[in-house]
């Protein structure tokens, strides 16, 4: 492209833009919010406070983790556990065996009886509750923690030996939970995009975390303070009916503790991809459903963004109506912003790879923004798939 070339490209776009009445520039405005917003979180992503080893630890740590039918992933996770750098007389670590029919209850049992610090627990000798699934385990876990701070995590992930020492280097006294990164092992199609989908949604935790602003932590990354735990009544007592950890989250809110979200390496955990390619779209309702649920101000927020999210999808379709130029600026915009989210992810969480999933991105945004929405016209119901077993919620 030669200099006049761009001379003339840059002429259509102020002509084009000069002559625009003010519906045309709502319809461009309305996208341009997409790369504004991903720019705004991927800079607050990088405002989230630094960590560093405790050097000195002295605060008891409990690391809960609640598994069902998890026989293969739970012998990794739990030796990532073992291997946590954290003087084992300050650690407790609890595993529970929500109902399982395959070996996670051996598996369980048998770590516990090797290590001292490890205790096996088993939801069916807990009395009965109203909870389900996760939500179920972490409860009778709970009742037997004795650290200051629970450390929870899901059977499927893999910590960093680092993972308690590096989190607890950002909090002080009026710290009531903390949060932190997630990143799926890219393995094949289904595990790109995955990992692209936790990319993608984590950036409005992280991102306002780093503005001050925490929206909201995830389930398989993240601690909470126990007697602000026990202050609320537990889970037992929460009113919800999917999101534990929004639950969780609502305690710490309620208590006007802080909430901390730190971006690091050695406060990531990895995790494996789900089953199947159904689970995966099944876990994407679940999130937006226990999302809707948990109050009128995450269900506004929530319902806009897709919708908002949808026609951000849809906009490449027909936004060169009213003028080419200004659609090629729009879509780099949108495009550059993308990358950054990425790039800065990979910086500030160690990744070795991760820009050159773009592609996946967004396909993952595609899926999401019309998949969600559109299915929740129809029914508000979900199907949470394990392996070997599933739970519906009306």
């Not at 096996?120 to 009742?143: F, V």
Request: hydrophobic share 45%.
């Amino acid at each position: 492209m030669s200099l006049s070339d761009i001379f003339y490209f840059w002429e259509q776009v102020l002509i084009d833009t000069s002559e625009a009445g003010w519906v045309v520039w709502v319809f461009w405005g309305v996208f341009l919010v997409s790369p504004i917003l991903l720019s705004f979180l991927t800079f607050g992503f990088l405002l989230n406070k630094k960590t560093k080893k405790v050097k000195s630890p002295s605060l008891k740590i409990t690391v809960l983790v609640s598994a069902r039918n998890e026989e293969q992933d739970f012998p990794s996770c739990i030796k990532s556990l073992i291997d946590l750098d954290y003087p084992k007389e300050l650690l407790q670590i609890i595993l529970v065996n929500d109902r399982s029919e395959d070996s996670t209850k051996d598996i369980i049992n048998r770590f516990a009886s090797e290590n001292d610090h490890v205790l096996a627990l088993h939801t069916e000798d807990m009395p009965d509750t109203h909870l389900e699934a996760k939500a179920r385990g972490i409860a009778w876990g709970m009742k037997h923690a004795s650290g200051d701070w629970v450390f929870i995590t899901d059977a499927d992930g893999e910590v960093n030996s680092n993972w308690l020492s590096h989190s607890l280097s950002v909090i002080d006294e009026n710290t009531g939970m903390i949060g932190g990164a997630i990143v799926v092992e890219p393995k094949g199609f289904q595990g790109k995009l995955e990992r692209m989908t936790w990319a993608f949604v984590q950036m409005f935790n992280l991102g306002m975390s780093g503005w001050g602003v925490p929206f909201a932590c995830v389930g398989p990354n993240m601690a909470i303070r126990r007697d602000i735990y026990e202050n609320a009544g537990g889970l037992e007592n929460a009113e919800f009916c999917i999101a534990e950890d929004l639950a969780l989250l609502k305690m710490v809110e309620n208590a006007t503790a802080k909430i901390i979200t730190p971006a690091s390496s050695e406060t990531t955990i990895s995790i494996k991809q789900v089953p199947s390619f159904k689970h995966y779209l099944s876990q994407l309702r679940r999130w937006f459903r226990g999302g809707v649920d948990n109050g009128l101000d995450y269900k506004f927020i929530l319902y806009s963004s897709f919708w908002f999210g949808f026609y951000v999808f849809t906009f490449p379709f027909y936004g060169w109506i009213f003028s080419f130029n200004v659609y090629v600026i729009l879509l780099l915009l949108q495009i550059i912003s993308d990358i950054l989210l990425l790039s800065t992810q990979k910086y500030k969480l160690g990744l070795r790879s991760h820009v050159k999933y773009f592609l996946y991105l967004k396909l993952a945004q595609i899926i999401a923004f019309t998949y969600i929405p559109l299915s929740f016209l129809f029914t508000r119901k979900i199907h949470w798939m394990g392996d070997g077993y599933s739970v519906d919620y009306e």
